[in-house]
């Protein structure tokens, strides 16, 4: 018994192992070109359909497709409406995995592990090596189901596993939570299923008994991606939570018309293996044409149900004022102007204190946070506007304002950058001297005072500060290449100077020089040399 179990727990890991393989092999040579073809041929509901079907078949899992998906509504490239029709689309795309499997191929494993090793190993061109490792990772997955297989024939016998088998084919809810939580562990649907296809061809289920171990296989691919979107935005999680839905529906018709579905699964083609593959297909595709037609409204549903919380930007910047693009011009900068000076007031002017007090980090993140949640929000809001019908002076400022808002959220990530240097240091009991912290604040005071003129500039739209601006840079390089100059020779009269701090020191400053050109950027998109 020992030996058959080992048998069947290196099949399922051969399995998963290959499948991890073929899938990385697979986005390697695919996912730049199937992220853009996503991102621009899903304006319609049977467009994203064949995406999300043709991405799926391409990288064999439909768990990446979905949270690239996730990123995609994440990062307002996609809308809601059109990531649902990709996820119903990699449903489908999912089952030709199956669908393969099912023919009698395992007896190649050998072929193709041998053919990708040769490839992997001995032919030059990183191309080609992962052609190797696809095939290394097909022949994986022929060569587990092979032995899942043969070692369900010994284990079906035995009257323990008999028994449990049995149980749960006559619990059809029971089996399809159990399914579904093991397909979570393996992230690997097509793994269960052909598990649950090697219980058939073994003897040890009928094809009716097996149905809610697909159906459980269904929905357990969907909680990866629900984990995934956790950290996303209220949209990403959103599509996370639709695609849990469409699949649970599908599960929950399926276990009501159970009975009927089990007398009726004979009439579709094939021999038994077959017949659940055939199951699984007509099942995502069922799910598909059941929300497909209907998806405005399902998505108009979800945003009721989980609706998020509207911030205040979002409340200032409603649609309604797309119509009139040059007061959604005038409202996104004065939202770009208050997130400017909230960097300025609660991030930069409070950075040498925390030089200081280590307490002061955690409002400085907490800034950071919502300064990056509203980066997103006017972003979105400026790329909606960019699709109206804009005149080229109206163009042009909707795309300095993108420049913008750009250097003001790049601010904010150099400002934690410094903190995250300034925690290491403390972590590592490296303490700079005190003359250092009075050099670094003066760097920050001249940071501090480009910053509020360019705001200044940007918010009368005053050239002649703009210009007075830039031309204070040659004094602010010359201080920072005088700081490094100081740095190396303090750091060569060793009795003087720990040569531990170097490193952090010298990452502090290039963070400052980059927040001080990021503030100057601001000046320059307001004469428009950007």
């Known amino acids: 018994m020992l030996n058959h179990l080992l048998s069947f727990l290196t099949g399922v890991g051969l399995f998963i192992y290959g499948a991890h393989l073929l899938s990385k092999g697979l986005q390697r040579l695919a996912i730049t070109k199937l992220r853009h073809y996503m991102s621009t041929f899903t304006n319609t509901r049977l467009k994203g359909l064949m995406s999300g079907f043709i991405m799926t078949c391409l990288m064999q899992s439909s768990t990446v497709t979905s949270i690239i998906v996730v990123g995609l509504v994440d990062s307002s490239v996609l809308s809601l409406a059109q990531a649902l029709g990709v996820i119903l689309g990699s449903g489908i795309g999912t089952t030709v995995i199956v669908q393969i499997l099912t023919f009698n191929i395992s007896r190649f494993s050998a072929l193709f592990i041998f053919c ?159 017949q659940v593959a055939n199951f699984h297909t007509a099942l995502n595709m069922g799910i598909a044409l059941l929300f497909l037609p209907f998806l405005p409204s399902f998505t108009r549903m979800i945003h009721k149900v989980f609706p998020g919380k509207q911030s205040e930007i979002a409340k200032r910047l409603n649609d309604t004022l797309l119509s009139v693009p040059d007061e959604a011009l005038l409202k996104t900068k004065i939202e770009i102007l208050q997130l400017a000076y909230e960097v300025k007031d609660r991030m930069i002017v409070r950075l040498p204190y925390y030089l200081e007090d280590p307490k002061e980090f955690e409002p400085i993140q907490q800034t950071e946070q919502t300064v990056d949640d509203s980066y997103r929000m006017i972003q979105k809001y400026l ?80 050239t002649a500060i703009a210009m007075k601006n830039i031309q204070s840079e040659p004094i602010v390089s010359q201080f920072e290449m005088d700081l490094k100059f100081n740095h190396f020779n303090r750091l060569i009269d060793k009795n003087e100077y720990n040569p531990a701090i170097s490193a952090i020191y010298l990452d502090l400053i290039n963070q400052l020089l980059s927040i001080y050109q990021h503030a100057l950027n601001v000046s320059r998109t307001v004469l428009g040399l950007i």
């Open 383 to 462: 790329l909606k506007l960019g699709q109206q019908d804009l005149t080229d002076t109206q163009s042009d400022k909707e795309v300095q304002l993108l420049y913008v808002l750009n250097d003001i959220e790049s601010i904010g990530d150099n400002v934690m950058q410094c903190l995250n240097l300034i925690q290491k240091s403390r972590l590592q009991n490296i303490e700079m001297p005190h003359q250092d912290y009075q050099i670094l604040e003066t760097f920050i005071e001249y940071i501090e005072e480009a910053l509020e003129k360019s705001i200044q500039a940007l918010e009368r739209q005053d």
């Open 116 to 274: 990708g090793v040769i490839l992997f190993l001995f032919i030059k061109g990183s191309r080609l090596k992962t052609i190797g490792q696809v095939l290394i990772g097909f022949g994986f997955v022929l060569l587990g189901i092979e032995l899942i297989t043969s070692s369900l024939v010994p284990l079906g016998k035995l009257r323990g596993f008999l028994h449990l088998i049995t149980v749960l084919s006559s619990h059809p809810l029971l089996f399809v939570v159990i399914s579904a939580l093991c397909t979570a562990v393996l992230h690997n649907s097509a793994a269960m299923i052909m598990i649950g296809i090697s219980f058939v061809t073994s003897g040890t289920l009928g094809v009716p008994e097996v149905l809610p171990l697909i159906l459980g296989a269904n929905v357990g691919a969907t909680l990866p991606v629900f984990v995934s979107s956790l950290s996303a935005s209220t949209e990403g999680k959103r599509v996370a939570l639709s695609y849990m839905l469409f699949k649970c529906v599908g599960a929950g018709l399926c276990l009501t018309l159970l009975p009927w579905l089990g007398r009726s699964i004979y009439w579709l083609p094939g021999q038994l293996e077959r």
